[in-house]
């Protein structure tokens, strides 16, 4: 069974930084890919950074150069730095594995952190 095990998260200003880790029970090249998601209340949840197994890199519209998507095979942990943090970024913040099977993918899925940005 993966674990995914997220943290990082807290309040920030607007304008503030926050980076979050995903620390992966096994190699993070074990999966197609790795990535981000968020939940805001009363909304659905939505890819913010992903990272193939290769290094490629895709983030949403918001996130595009702001948030940086990046891993540490030696620690098997992927990261999100986060900067110029506005209040819509507000929200839990879930890691994602997509591991390929035979026939599909299994996703796994960490706990979430939170993330609050207030003045």
């Known amino acids: 069974q993966v674990q995914l095990v997220e943290s990082g998260g807290g309040l920030v200003q607007p304008g503030g930084s926050l980076r979050l880790s995903c620390a992966a029970s096994?190699?993070?090249?074990?999966?197609?890919?790795m990535g981000w998601y968020r939940q805001a209340p009363g909304k659905e949840r939505e890819l913010v950074a992903g990272?193939?197994?290769?290094?490629?890199?895709n983030y949403t519209d918001s996130a595009k150069g702001r948030f940086t998507i990046s891993r540490d095979g030696a620690k098997n942990t992927v990261y999100l730095q986060m900067n110029s943090l506005k209040p819509e970024d507000t929200a839990v913040y879930y890691c994602?594995?997509?591991?390929?099977?035979?026939?599909?993918?299994?996703?796994?899925w960490g706990q979430g952190t939170q993330v609050t940005v207030s003045s």
């Open positions: 096994r190699s993070i090249f074990s999966f197609e890919s």
């Open positions: 990272i193939t197994g290769g290094g490629s890199t």
């Open positions: 994602n594995a997509v591991e390929a099977r035979w026939i599909g993918t299994r996703d796994y």
